[in-house]
């Protein structure tokens, strides 16, 4: 278990009380991405909408599929690294070309699990090479005539169309008619908020009142959920910006020192940055540290 500080990041509290302004330059929106847009244009809606000189998506989803597509405002930007490769989970009709049984097709699909091979399809932005995925879960749930209800968690980079076409190559075809992303890191459907609700809260904030702007707001500081998290001392907080290496008398608890290749900094529930171990001998452990600027 990675070491983490004993002092707890509590997130709720720093959404209560940190500054709105501090919070919409430091934040991520876990937004439910309607069928239309492409990622990129709804990010330029919320970037328009708060005035923003930045925002970014946490991985792209296709113009029309929909769901968990997390937002980051600002500074939470440079965080992507720590969100964007993660596990995903995704929900889905895809149609069969051939008379089929429930109970068949699954157990077809079982022959999906585990690492297999992918080649992008023809369209997508990446090279076409092959490229070895893991599919944790592909469970097909429901029939319906000739459309069958799937859910399947993978790792991130997998192409879902894909999955069904190649299911389908056994069962004589099969394509995706629709797709849902339910999860997508830590991020997931049930907190997500809709297009159409981040209007409206914008529109309060307009009028005065940031109530529902403020619970839509996920402080970047969430990144305690994902990295380990040490504490310094106040007074060295001016080196470290001044990239310092990390040394053992910055740490509040000279016991307990970084092993981790990559962790976060907090001081009295403030993120400072991130960092990562490089090679050489310093005065922390075995390496030595340096920061990754998030100013």
């Not at 023809?122 to 029939?143: A, G, P």
């Not at 707001?217 to 969430?222: A, H, Q, S």
């Not at 307990?256 to 403030?270: H, Y």
Request: aromatic letters at 8%.
């Amino acid at each position: 278990m990675p070491k983490k500080t004993n002092e707890q990041i509590d997130l709720k509290k720093i959404k209560q009380e940190k500054p709105i302004e501090e919070l919409l330059k430091f934040s991520i929106i876990n937004l439910d991405k309607p069928s239309g847009p492409t990622s990129f244009q709804v990010g330029q809606i919320i970037k328009k909408e708060l005035n923003l000189p930045k925002t970014s998506h946490y991985g792209t989803l296709d113009p029309m599929v929909t769901g968990v597509l997390p937002i980051a405002l600002g500074r939470a930007c440079k965080l992507m690294q720590y969100f964007i490769g993660k596990d995903k989970t995704y929900v889905g009709i895809m149609k069969v070309h051939k008379e089929i049984s429930l109970k068949e097709i699954q157990k077809i699909s079982k022959e999906f699990l585990g690492k297999i091979i992918q080649l992008p399809p023809v369209r997508s932005r990446v090279k076409r090479e092959e490229r070895e995925r893991t599919i944790h879960t592909f469970n097909i749930l429901e029939k319906k005539g000739n459309d069958f209800l799937f859910e399947s968690k993978v790792e991130a980079g997998t192409y879902i169309r894909k999955l069904i076409h190649d299911l389908g190559e056994k069962i004589g075809g099969a394509h995706m008619i629709e797709l849902r992303r339910t999860q997508a890191s830590i991020f997931n459907e049930k907190d997500s908020t809709t297009i159409y609700e981040f209007l409206e809260s914008i529109e309060e904030f307009k009028k005065g009142n940031e109530k529902k702007l403020r619970e839509i707001l996920i402080p970047g500081e969430i990144i305690s959920r994902v990295l380990p998290i040490y504490e310094v001392e106040t007074k060295f907080i001016k080196k470290i910006y001044h990239g310092s290496p990390l040394q053992k008398e910055f740490f509040k608890d000279k016991n307990n020192l970084p092993t981790e290749e990559t962790f976060a900094i907090f001081n009295n529930q403030k993120f400072i940055g991130t960092f990562k171990k490089i090679t050489g001998n310093n005065l922390v452990g075995k390496g030595e540290y340096i920061l990754q600027p998030i100013k």
